[in-house]
C-alpha cells in the first residue's frame, strides 16, 4: 500500500547501498560526490538499500574494531551527515545486516531514528519494502530488500531471480548486501 508519486517524469531512482562508512576500504571522495550529485540533480531520487555504516558490534566483528579508523560513534556521525546530503532526495530506506545490529543487541532500531530525525516522512522497513512507484499514470509494484533469501546461491542476483518466479507481484527489484552489481 506505500507509493512514491511523482506528478511527471523523467525520474531516476537512484539505489544506494553498502556504503559502510567507517571502513578503512570506502572510498569517501566518491561516495559524498555521489550523494552530492543526487541533492543537485532534479528528478533523481535515493533509494538506501542498507549498510551505511560497518558498525562492528556484534561477536567476533568487534575485535576488527582495534584495525577500524573510526569509532562507532564517528561511524554514525558520518552517516547522519551522508544522509543529510541526500535528505531531500532519500525517498525509501531499508536497513541492512550492519544498520541491525544495534537492534539486535539493545532492541533499539537507531538507524530508523536516525532517519525519522533526518527525513521523517520518507518509506521505512526494516527487511522488505514493497512499494508502487507512480510517476504520472504509469504505475510499476517494486520490491526492496538488503539480502535476498537464496542470494548465494549461485550469483549475487539469484534470490532476486527465485522471488521474482515464486512471489511475483512486483517487477522492479532492488537489493544489495553482496557488494556485486547485475540486473
Not at 517524469?9 to 550523494?35: C, K, M, Q, W
Not at 546530503?85 to 525517498?91: G, R, Y
Amino acid at each position: 500500500t506505500q507509493r512514491l508519486k511523482f506528478d511527471h517524469g523523467p525520474i531516476a531512482l537512484v539505489e544506494v547501498a553498502d556504503v559502510h562508512l567507517g571502513n578503512s576500504g570506502t572510498d569517501y571522495d566518491r561516495a559524498f560526490e555521489e550523494a552530492q550529485l543526487i541533492a543537485d540533480t532534479p528528478g533523481m531520487y535515493a533509494i538506501f538499500a542498507g549498510d551505511i555504516l560497518d558498525n562492528f558490534v556484534i561477536g567476533q566483528l568487534r575485535q576488527a574494531r582495534d584495525d577500524s579508523c573510526f569509532r562507532i560513534d564517528e561511524e554514525w556521525v558520518l552517516s547522519r551527515h551522508y544522509l543529510k546530503i541526500i535528505a531531500s532526495k532519500l525517498v525509501v530506506v531499508v536497513s541492512g545486516n550492519h544498520d541491525q545490529w544495534v537492534h539486535l543487541l539493545a532492541g533499539v532500531d537507531y538507524f530508523r531514528e536516525v532517519v525519522a530525525d533526518i527525513r521523517p516522512e520518507v518509506i521505512y522497513d526494516t527487511d522488505d519494502a514493497l512499494i508502487t512507484v507512480q510517476v504520472g499514470d504509469w504505475e510499476v509494484p517494486t520490491r526492496i530488500r538488503h539480502k535476498w533469501r537464496g542470494s548465494s546461491i549461485y550469483n549475487p542476483t539469484h534470490g532476486i531471480e527465485r522471488a521474482m518466479k515464486w512471489d511475483q507481484g512486483f517487477i522492479i527489484c532492488m537489493g544489495a548486501h553482496t557488494h556485486a552489481s547485475g540486473v
